[in-house]
T-cell receptor, first 110, second 114 residues
């Protein structure tokens, strides 16, 4: 299974953009990149996903490099409620199996 | 619509015992996946059930098993519990067909083995 690598922790000032990087250099051609976040040991919450094109929704933007070996999740205006562990995961897109990395703990500070 | 529910939320068992955890997916979802979360290993995929059949399996010993019923509800069973099985067990549901977008996770069952 392909693996993801993320920084252990990051800080971001409230109101600023948070840019969370993820390395997935062994990603397969049919694997999607999914981002989830987990707050206070609740169940993870879906944020966004993509295959090769950049994606944007009401929560975030996902930038995937042309070679698909890395991606960046962008939270455009971070709030204190965005403090969480963010997981970059890989999935085939047609099954429920997700391979989670260790995640990045994002601390949004006032 | 109602989210994914898991029962029980907390459980304490003794080594050697067995345990059954339950997951009710979102109405209309046919895929249920199970994950184990521990501080040391993080989130690890256990297995996925779709239309009562196991579709994927993670790298866990045979003591971990599961099943899915015709109403898509799923159970997982752990036999001969070990101290290392103490974890948060999460289930996630999705439609299961076509291109899978988001999966919806339940709140988890926290299992403590003493």
């Amino acid at each position: 299974d392909a693996k993801t690598t993320q920084p252990t922790s990051m800080d971001c000032a409230e109101g600023r953009a948070a840019n969370l990087p993820c390395n997935h250099s062994t990603i397969s051609g049919n694997e999607y990149v999914y981002w989830y976040r987990q707050i206070h040991s609740q169940g993870p919450q879906y944020i966004i996903h993509g295959l090769k094109n950049n994606e944007t929704n009401e929560m975030a933007s996902l930038i995937i490099t042309e070679d698909r070996k890395s991606s960046t999740l962008i939270l455009p205006h971070a709030t204190l409620r965005d403090t969480a562990v963010y997981y970059c995961t890989l999935g085939s897109g047609n099954t429920g199996k997700l391979i989670f990395g260790q995640g990045t703990t994002l601390q949004v500070k006032p | 619509k109602a989210g994914v529910t898991q029962t029980p939320r907390y459980l304490i068992k003794t080594r050697g015992q067995q345990v059954t955890l339950s997951c009710s997916p979102i109405s209309g979802h046919r895929s249920v996946s199970w994950y184990q979360q521990t501080p040391g290993q993080g989130l690890q995929f256990l297995f996925e059930y779709f239309s009562e059949t196991q579709r994927n399996k993670g790298n866990f010993p045979g003591r971990f098993s599961g099943r899915q019923f015709s109403n898509s509800r799923s159970e997982m069973n752990v036999s001969t519990l070990e101290l290392g099985d103490s974890a948060l067990y999460l289930c996630a549901s999705s439609l299961g067909t076509g291109a899978i977008r988001e999966q919806y996770f339940g709140p988890g069952t926290r299992l403590t083995v003493t």
